[in-house]
T-cell receptor
């Protein structure tokens, strides 16, 4: 299983961009990078995912390096409600362990006023 | 469209009792899975299914059984509850098909809090 490594915690000032890094040096060619977040033990909330191109949606941007060994999740204007644990996940396809998700420890992001 | 629905939300069991956590989705998703989350830890995969009649083990399958008789439902059975199974349980589902790569959004339920005393 491809593993991910994230910093345990990060702080960010409200209104500033939050940049959350993730290393996935053993990722294989058909594995996607997913980002989820979890607030107060609620169900994980989907943020964004990508294969090799940078992606952007209404919540965040995902920057994947050319060698795909690392990625960065960017929350462009962090708010207090973005305080959560953020998980970077690598997921294989159907024929790769049934597409199961393997969660790491995640990064606890604290957005401060 | 209710998404992924888990029941019960809270349950207290005595050691040795059995019970079933229910998970249902109304999105016609082929892929369903169960995770557990212990305090201060990430989610760990218990069992998963890529379609009706097909199940497989995840990282921590011991003490749990699953079956997938319909596309919609994926119940998790605790055969003989132990205090070590005290945890929060999450069910998840997504579209999936026997093709690569897999880039489908995975939807999670709101969790089931289980305490075994």
């Amino acid at each position: 299983d491809a593993k991910t490594t994230q910093p345990t915690s990060m702080d960010c000032a409200e209104g500033r961009a939050a940049n959350l890094p993730c290393n996935h040096s053993t990722i294989s060619g058909n594995e996607y990078v997913y980002w989820y977040r979890q607030i107060h033990s609620q169900g994980p909330q989907y943020i964004i995912h990508g294969l090799k191109n940078n992606e952007t949606n209404e919540m965040a941007s995902l920057i994947i390096t050319e060698d795909r060994k690392s990625s960065t999740l960017i929350l462009p204007h962090a708010t207090l409600r973005d305080t959560a644990v953020y998980y970077c996940i690598v997921r294989g396809g159907y024929y790769n362990q049934g597409g199961k998700l393997i969660f790491g420890q995640g990064t606890e992001l604290s957005v401060k006023p | 469209n209710a998404g992924v629905t888990q029941t019960p939300k809270f349950q207290v069991l005595k050691t040795g009792q059995s019970m079933t956590l229910q998970c249902a989705q109304d999105m016609n998703h082929e892929y369903m899975s169960w995770y557990r989350q212990d305090p201060g830890m990430g989610l760990r995969l218990i069992h998963y299914s890529v379609g009706a009649g097909i199940t497989d083990q995840g990282e921590v399958p011991n003490g749990y059984n699953v079956s997938r008789s319909t596309t919609e439902d994926f119940p998790l059975r605790l055969l003989s509850a132990a205090p070590s199974q005290t945890s929060v349980y999450f069910c998840a589902s997504s579209y999936e098909a026997p093709r690569q790569p897999s880039g489908n959004t995975i939807y999670f339920g709101e969790g089931s809090w289980l305490t075994v005393v």
